[in-house]
């Protein structure tokens, strides 16, 4: 059974810092990445990361996030620094199959609330 569970979301003032993690199992994983769902707007794509380590960021968030994975341990981080309010949202992580990457799981999601 595949499963992805996020843990490292929370309340943290704007300016502040958090770190997310996802651990993955059940599966070989191809790109994993983070999405945000803000209440009110679309599900989009916030960052994401090839096996190879390649990396892609929304605009909104390049030069503060940072998103890296352990290959060994299926595991990926979302490192995100000088949040903004605009930042709260819940965040998902994904993962698509290595062999046929049309196959996608998600996470249950974690809550993130940037507010003073």
């Known amino acids: 059974q595949v499963q992805l569970v996020e843990s490292g979301g929370g309340l943290v003032q704007p300016g502040g810092s958090l770190r997310l993690s996802c651990a993955a199992s059940?599966?070989?994983?191809?790109?994993m990445g983070w999405y945000r769902q803000a209440p009110g707007k679309q599900r989009e794509l916030v960052a994401r990361?090839?096996?190879?380590?390649?990396?892609d960021y929304t605009d909104s968030v390049k030069g503060r996030f940072t998103i890296s994975r352990d290959n060994e341990k299926k595991t990926v981080f979302l490192q995100m620094n000088s949040l903004k309010p605009e930042d709260t949202a819940v965040y998902y992580c994904n993962a698509v199959h290595a062999i046929n990457p049309r196959v996608q799981y998600w996470g249950q999601g974690t809550q993130v609330t940037v507010s003073s």
């Open positions: 990361i090839t096996r190879a380590g390649s990396t």
């Open positions: 059940g599966t070989i994983f191809g790109a």
